[in-house]
């Protein structure tokens, strides 16, 4: 696959201005094209003002800016975007326009370049039609804010090739956005059921069912949101939603098209008025109407195969901010309430139909199942997939599960001969879900913890024995699990993105799935202990250099990489290597009797004092069990078998999630400062 270089972006309004300012932010160079200066110029600005506000909330330094604003070229000039390797349609939403820059980009573009549209509204084989390139022409749609919000909903039409598909997901990978693979039709995924949730409410206000405060207060309790649908609509323009509704009505039927008090309230070119006191008693009939429009056009749109349950999860998790996607909501209202809900709406309205997959699982009895890790077999690679972008491909009891069912499945296919592990989105696996863990720490239940821990070590062994060659797809960052997973894979393949790092002593535990065992076995313990005493980033470039990472490539070279290996067979994972000479000072740092000083709170005889200083105040924000634990193991660890390294893992698993630092830190996860007692 070949390098992407140069991205352009046409229109520079905010959506336009959002993308290109997003891809900058990502390293990549981009090409923003308006008809005019002044388009132009307020794009640059708006591109401007968001990065000073970044500047101010720390999230850019002003070098970062002024890198950022020299890979973004603002022009009127479209032969600039000729040599593009993709470019991205961003103008207002009207057909004809829309149609016209695509007919015009056809003849500047080159061949090979692939051009996208950002359309909410209209279907994407009608613009691939007007060009020469039906198969190189793909919706990638963007939500609000595009530099902000990291959903991309990626629309091949039925003559759009594989390729363009594979590269349109690298270049949402590229630029930091999580995307969600969807068919070519009306509202594609998540604007099929969240422009209804807006219409819904205007509909209640129009039959007097509520009023606004009280429909806002029911919108924000059932989906947990922040803003309710009229505070949406005057954030984002009611004519927005005018617009959408009348497309989706247009498609779809009556059921979608656009209440009459929205229309009004457009003519009037004023806001909804927010102002009043909430009607309690109102509050749940608001929610069940909603949950009845939302959940049911959720499943509608599965029900067509416009895209899967899982992936509309993660678009309202994402894309909307809601906390649990539609499915997860019906399988927390549970099945039998939904369905009488969906009825409802399927009596009020005559041409909304219950969907077939509500009927079949409310005869099931059974909540929905979510598939979280999928397997793919292209002649003898097979790519298992941790698709849980929405939480970083956090490890949890039902991944682990479905991990070792892909994997099995793999190792069992006669024609493969490697099996290569990633994670969907920006990282590779952040680690176990801390979650599960307070949930199981609160219920008296940590022998389950050590029984899935038991279980992921089953696993990890089995991919590191594996006769088929394993490899890890680290491009993204990975932490504690992620980290471990990657590390018992035979192989690793990473991209500049990739990252290792073991934070678990800063949140009151140590890396139980093997982090420890196989880090000795390959730095030996000195190194072993200093990263994970100091939770310390190893970036993709230090861990080659380390000998851990096995090829480290540019993301279009992957493929490559992973093909060589394969031809090459399996490398010696453990295998002799010299320590490169600037890591020497934490070896000498972390042997034995410099390690027992530095748990006592003391700078070790002979040490670098201004080092060991800053080590010290490093881990003294750590776990101190954690710490002498982590510390003891790894030096056990170091004197036995593997298998005899993970049972004394296992063995003190109990202990330290027993203790109150682990349920300190664990808790405190994202909140506060851990304040660790040593209990």
Known sequence: MSIISKIGVVGAGNMGSGIAQKIAQEGLTVVMVDTGDEWVKRGMDNIQRLLREAAERKIFSPDEIGRILSRITGTTDFQALADADLVIEAVFEDKAVKTEVFKRLDRVCMQKT???????????????????????????????????????????????????????????????????????????????????????????????????????????????????????????????????????????????ATAGIMKSQMEKKANWDLSGEVQEEKIAAVMDRLYGVCLGVAAA??????????????????????????????????????????????????????????????????????????????????????????????????????????????????????????????????????????????????????????????????????????????????????????????????????????????????????GMLRLGRLLRPELAKYFIFTGATMTASDAQELGIVTRLVEPSAVDEAIRNLIREGRPDKYRSRPIPERFALWRTLFNAENTAALLKGKIPPGADEAVASKILKTIGKKAPLALKLVNQIIDRQAKVSPDEGIEIELDRLGEIFATADALEGLSSLGRKKPEYKGL
Request: aromatic content about 8%; some cysteine.
């Open 114 to 256: 692939i051009l996208a549209t950002n359309t909410s509204s209209f279907y994407v084989r009608e613009f691939a039609e007007a060009t020469s390139r039906p198969d190189r022409v793909i919706g990638l749609h963007y939500f609000y804010h595009p530099a902000k919000n990291r959903l991309l909903e990626v629309i091949p039409h039925g003559k759009t090739s594989s390729q363009t598909i594979d590269r349109a997901l690298l270049v949402a990978k590229l630029h930091g956005k999580t995307p969600i693979l969807v068919k070519d039709a009306p509202g594609f995924a998540v604007n099929r059921f969240f422009v209804p949730f807006l219409n819904e409410a205007a509909r209640m206000l129009e039959e007097g069912l509520a009023d606004i405060p009280t429909i806002e207060e029911g919108a924000k309790r059932a989906f947990r949101i922040g803003m309710g649908p009229f505070e949406l609509m005057n954030v984002t323009g009611i004519p927005i939603a005018v617009h959408a509704s009348a497309t989706l009505g247009h498609e779809l039927g009556p059921f979608y």
């Open 301 to 514: 749109l599965v029900d067509e195969g416009v895209t899967t349950m899982e992936d509309t999860d993660r678009g309202a998790k994402i894309g909307l901010r809601w906390a649990l996607g539609p499915f997860e909501i019906m399988n927390r209202l549970g099945i039998e309430k939904t369905f009488a809900l969906v009825e409802k709406v399927a009596e009020k309205y005559p041409d909304f139909r219950m969907p077939g997959l509500l009927t079949r699982q409310r005869q099931s009895g059974r909540p929905f199942a979510f598939m979280l890790v999928n397997l793919a077999i292209d002649k003898d690679m097979a790519t298992i997939t941790i698709n849980r972008p929405e939480a970083m491909n956090a490890l949890n009891e039902t991944v682990v599960e479905q991990l070792t069912e892909r994997f099995s499945e793999a190792e069992q296919s006669p024609g493969v001969s490697a099996i290569i592990f990633q994670g969907a989105g920006k990282a590779f696996v952040a680690g176990a879900d801390i979650r599960y863990f307070v949930e199981k720490i609160k219920a008296g239940k940590i022998a389950d913890i050590v029984d899935f821990t038991r279980k992921g070590h089953q696993l990890f062994r089995r991919i590191e024995d594996s006769n088929k060659l394993t490899i890890a797809l680290l491009d993204g960052l990975s932490m504690g699990g992620g980290s471990e997973l990657a590390l018992a894979c035979q192989a690793i393949v990473a991209t500049p993105a990739g990252s290792l790092s073991f934070p678990e002593t800063g949140i009151g535990i140590y890396p139980g799935l093997g």
